[in-house]
């Protein structure tokens, strides 16, 4: 049902294609079993940029592993920081993408600046 999905929207699949997840990993662990019900999902335009996608060891605060990947925009060094010098012009063909237009971005963008958030991703 969801690789229908993905062939109908032009949507393609993160999950077992890119370095840091060759093999597949599950997503999902319980005593009942395991699987994988976690998906990053991404039309053609961002499928050409992403580096990887990695599926991190389960934690002891979920039943489900976090799952990430980076995206490595035009003229941008794949270096996983953002600055304020490249958050916008990497985000700007998204902008009319997210709910709530310009403003939202905006707040977006900054919040990507705030120094915790740096720190998570660096």
């Known amino acids: 049902m969801l690789t229908e999905l993905c062939q109908t929207t032009q949507h393609f699949i993160l999950n077992g294609r890119f370095l ?4 597949g990993y599950q997503t999902y662990m319980s005593t009942n079993g395991s699987s994988t019900v976690d998906y990053i999902l991404v039309n053609a ?3 050409r940029i ?5 599926v991190s060891p389960l934690g002891h605060l979920s039943d489900h592993c976090m799952i ?4 490595c925009f035009e003229g941008q060094p794949n270096t996983g920081s953002v600055t304020e010098n490249n958050a916008a012009d990497a985000l700007h063909p998204l902008y009319d993408k997210f709910q709530g237009g310009r403003d939202y ?3 977006y963008v900054m919040a990507l600046l705030n120094d915790d958030s740096q720190n998570q991703v660096g």
């Open 20 to 23: 840091g997840d060759s093999l």
């Open 50 to 54: 992403v580096t990887y996608f990695r």
């Open 105 to 107: 971005n905006d707040m």
């Open 45 to 47: 335009e961002l499928y």
């Open 68 to 71: 990430e990947t980076c995206l």
